[in-house]
């Protein structure tokens, strides 16, 4: 059965989390966007429950909810023009793909050997992530094909008990998905527009449609 948690977090509810984590188990949590649906980045278990919830084809890698100090570790780039982007953005709902670290496990990394990454402002995000001691996959909590949930309540109305800990906390800023850049082209194309838009992102450097 799902257990909800209610943020912000006791030290009780801390100690859960971190076990939970620890054990490869799967959770639905607010971001500053919607609804986050993930577990830990690195272990090959937690992704491959989370493409059978999602009902998604494993062609298809998750996005990896990180904190700075994950970035270095996780991608690889020599272009201003991201550091400007995140030092804009970042924390935020701004994904940037980029190109991955080769030493990281494959589950992570498309064919092309890119990672799509967000830090969020999220205080729950970030606390998971301390908790944790690692990034965690952040795809939208939702079944393919059916709207990204924005609350606790429609998380459990739409997975059920496929998830092993729902977060409940309601002081979020948009119900937009996060805006998605691709940064290996050339200009950099925007993928997605969501909570940020192509004028605001212009305003930072050449983006296409």
């Given at each position: 059965m799902t257990a909800l948690i209610k943020y912000p977090f006791t030290n009780d509810n801390e100690s859960l989390i971190t076990d939970i984590l620890s054990e490869n188990q799967i959770l639905a949590f607010p971001t500053e966007t919607v609804y986050g649906l993930g577990g830990n980045a690195f272990s090959k278990e937690v992704a491959d429950r989370i493409y059978i919830?999602?009902?998604?084809?494993?062609?298809?890698?998750?996005?990896?909810?990180?904190?700075?100090?994950?970035?270095?570790?996780?991608c690889l780039w020599n272009d201003s023009?991201?550091?400007?982007?995140?030092?804009?953005?970042?924390?935020g709902p701004l994904t940037l793909i980029l190109n991955s670290n080769p030493d990281l496990p494959k589950h992570l990394k498309n064919n092309s050997g890119t990672l799509a990454v967000r830090f969020s402002s999220s205080a729950v995000v970030q606390r998971l992530i301390e908790l944790g001691e690692y990034p965690l996959i952040g795809t939208s909590a939702n079944r393919s094909g059916f709207p990204a949930c924005t609350s606790a309540e429609e998380v459990s109305s739409q997975l059920k008990d496929d998830v092993d800990i729902v977060i409940d906390e309601y002081n979020r800023s948009e119900n937009l998905a996060s805006t998605i850049v691709h940064c290996l082209t050339e200009p950099?194309?925007?993928?997605r527009q969501g909570a940020i838009s192509l004028k605001e992102l212009n305003h930072i450097c050449k983006i296409q449609k």
């Open positions: 919830i999602k009902q998604r084809p494993k062609n298809k890698p998750f996005p990896l909810l990180i904190t700075l100090k994950w970035l270095k570790k996780l023009r991201i550091d400007d982007l995140i030092e804009a953005f970042w924390p950099f194309k925007i993928l």
